[in-house]
T-cell receptor
Framework: SQTIHQWPATLVQPVGSPLSLECTVE??????LYWYRQAAGRGLQLLFY??????ISSEVPQNLSASRPQDRQFILSSKKLLLSDSGFYLC?????????????FGPGTRLTVT | DAKTTQPPSMDCAEGRAANLPCNHS???????VYWYRQIHSQGPQYIIH???NNETNEMASLIITEDRKSSTLILPHATLRDTAVYYC??????????FGSGTKLNVKP
């Protein structure tokens, strides 16, 4: 069966510090991968998605970046965090064309920028 | 993608059917309607999707009006575990889902 891991679960970082969040998927190959952010009490905002290694599409211009160094690894980074980067970060994956509408979400990382 | 409109919250008695409406009056012909739900502090979970025919699975039923301008998600026998935020999405590109504010469903004993 497929599983998705995210770490860390919680993170408190000062303004201006770097960020690296990691997401890995097991039990599937060539997944589509997604990064979302959810501010407190709000809906999910799509940040990045990837349909293959090295292929990243950015949905929202900001100080975040994403990379996909391996087929089942997706990394979200920032060189300098802003207060507005606080939120709940969710990684998700989906399968091939026949089932790509069904996204499976990880447990999330709760980031607080102080 | 078409914008969707949902009521911010709804209540439902345990054991009764929960009917969650969604308006997508600007939906285009190639856009599907997807429903997800998010239980507190977890990632969203896929429920069901459809194009123009009504759909049913083990979790819920989806009723889409003939003009496709609105739809209703039906949970036939709501339980306390169904308390969650329910998101209605209209999209032709499953790589770009827009999760709006959704409907907070409160199932009460």
């Amino acid at each position: 069966s497929q599983t998705i891991h995210q770490w860390p679960a919680t993170l408190v970082q000062p303004v201006g510090s770097p960020l690296s969040l990691e997401c890995t998927v097991e039990g599937t190959s060539n997944p589509n991968l997604y990064w979302y952010r959810q501010a407190a009490g709000r809906g999910l905002q799509l940040l990045f998605y990837s349909v293959g290694i090295g292929q990243i599409s950015s949905e929202v211009p900001q100080n975040l970046s994403a990379s996909r160094p391996q087929d089942r690894q997706f990394i979200l980074s920032s060189k300098k965090l802003l207060l507005s980067d606080s939120g709940f970060y969710l990684c998700a994956w989906s399968g091939g064309l026949g089932t790509a509408y069904e996204q499976y979400f990880g447990p999330g990382t709760r980031l607080t920028v102080t | 993608d078409a914008k969707t409109t949902q009521p911010p919250s709804m209540d439902c008695a345990e054991g009764r059917a929960a009917n969650l409406p969604c308006n997508h009056s600007t939906i285009s012909g190639n856009e599907y309607v997807y429903w997800y739900r998010q239980i507190h502090s977890q990632g969203p979970q896929y429920i069901i999707h459809g194009l123009k025919n009504n759909e049913t699975n083990e979790m819920a039923s989806l009723i889409i009006t003939e003009d496709r301008k609105s739809s209703t998600l039906i949970l036939p026998h709501a339980t306390l575990r169904d308390t969650a935020v329910y998101y209605c999405i209209a999209s032709h590109n499953f790589n770009k889902f827009y999760f709006g504010s959704g409907t907070k469903l409160n199932v009460k004993p």
